[in-house]
């Protein structure tokens, strides 16, 4: 079974790039989403250190994928913005951060991003030294 991005019914994107473009802001698919507006829907952000698990995690938890077919997807480079409509009750969007985003760097609006955001999910690998993943959540 693939999972290409058509898998993923549609709602799945990769948006911006860096630096000053980094996909936080509204884009076509969200302004032709007549069912809800982005700013009505609830926004879960998922962040922590480079190779966590993040998308592994999105990818298992959301889209039925195998935790093993997970260990060939490619490093996230990109915020990738994820809608989830399983039914009428359960809608929200998942954006998926990469690792490297530099978040005191000045041209990141802070206030865009963690403004309408329902919920902050930090990951730490278990395998890895979580003493960096803490410095950086701290931070």
Same mark, same amino acid.
């Given at each position: ?7 993923? !019914?549609?709602?799945? /994107?990769?948006?911006? %790039?860096?630096? =000053? ?8 698919? *969200? ?16 962040? !922590?250190?480079?190779? /966590?698990?993040?998308? %592994?995690?999105? =990818? ?8 093993? *077919? ?40 802070s206030e865009m991003i963690f403004g309408g ?23």
């Amino acid at each position: 079974m693939s999972y290409d991005e058509e898998d993923f !019914g549609g709602g799945y /994107s990769v948006v911006g %790039s860096f630096p =000053k473009d980094f996909g936080y802001g509204p884009d076509d698919s *969200e302004a032709d989403n007549a069912t809800a507006s982005p700013d009505s829907k609830p926004r879960i952000l998922l962040m !922590g250190l480079r190779r /966590s698990g993040k998308s %592994s995690i999105q =990818k298992v938890v959301f889209h039925k994928m195998s935790p093993n *077919e997970t260990l060939f997807l490619e490093s996230t480079n990109k915020i990738v913005k994820d809608d989830i409509n399983n039914s009428s009750f359960v809608q929200f969007q998942i954006w998926d951060f990469p690792g490297q985003i530099d978040f005191f760097d000045p041209t990141f609006d802070s206030e865009m991003i963690f403004g309408g955001c329902g919920a902050l999910i930090f990951v730490i690998d278990a395998q890895d030294d979580y003493v960096d993943a803490l410095a950086r959540l701290h931070m």
